[in-house]
């Protein structure tokens, strides 16, 4: 079955603690993406891939970071979390000109 | 830069009467158009898509767009809505040929559907 994973799906953190959110995909797409979800501003691209070691910056990379090692993963790292990443993400995966498949989401709270 | 416009928040409308949720975007070129929905608690799921050909596009559970160029609207319609088609959906918008495939979403509108 084509799927993207995402985990955990659920966590919860506090202030500074380094976290990471895995993202995977079993459809050898080139494209990777992580979103965040917030009430009234809808997804906002935080990081893309186009390949492997191909990353860019989204609409709101501040305080992310990302890695494309291998074409099927696409981790999404919190070095020093703050209290304004509290947020539903979510990891999506594509072809050129195909639909995106996204994960079911992580839902990050940082106290 | 890229965008798009949904600009209603909630459409509440009957079962059985038909729905529009309506999108506008701004893209340089021509676009690859997209529509998604989310159930509670859930991922975003595809329902359709634009790319090229016929302005009608037909998706998921009975689902269908019409991509207007000259409007820049790729509104989303159903002919008769149910209780459970009641989600959040967003329209979202790429640029054809580069951009990593850069997917940019409107802020959504809930779809409230009522017996």
């Known amino acids: 079955e084509a799927q993207v994973t995402q985990n955990p799906r659920y966590l919860i953190t506090v202030t500074g603690k380094k976290l990471t959110v895995t993202c995977s995909q079993n459809?050898?797409?080139?494209?990777m993406s992580w979103y965040r979800q917030d009430p009234g501003l809808g997804l906002r691209q935080i990081y893309y891939?186009?390949?492997?070691?191909?990353?860019d910056k989204g609409d709101v990379p501040e305080g992310y970071k990302v890695s494309r090692k291998e074409k099927r993963n696409f981790p999404l790292i919190l070095e020093s979390p703050s209290p304004n990443q509290t947020s539903l993400y979510f990891c999506?995966?594509?072809?050129?000109?195909?639909?995106?498949?996204f994960g079911q989401g992580t839902r990050l709270t940082v106290v | 830069a890229q965008s798009v416009a949904q600009p209603e928040d909630q459409v509440n409308v009957a079962e059985g009467n038909p729905l529009t949720v309506k999108c506008t975007y701004s893209?340089?070129?021509?676009?690859?158009l997209f529509w998604y929905v989310q159930y509670p608690n859930r991922g975003l799921q595809f329902l359709l898509k634009?790319?090229?050909?016929?302005?009608l596009v037909k998706g998921s559970y009975g689902f269908e767009a019409e991509f207007n160029k000259s409007q820049t609207s790729f509104h989303l319609k159903k002919p008769s809505a149910l209780v459970s088609d009641s989600a959040l959906y967003f329209c979202?918008?790429?640029?054809?040929?580069?951009?990593?495939?850069?997917?940019?979403f409107g802020t959504g509108t809930q779809l409230k559907v009522e017996l």
């Open positions: 999506a995966s594509s072809s050129q000109g195909v639909e995106a498949f």
């Open positions: 459809m050898n797409h080139e494209y």
């Open positions: 891939s186009m390949n492997v070691e191909v990353t």
């Open positions: 893209v340089s070129g021509n676009p690859y």
């Open positions: 634009y790319i090229t050909g016929d302005n």
């Open positions: 979202a918008v790429s640029p054809r040929g580069g951009g990593g495939n850069k997917l940019t």
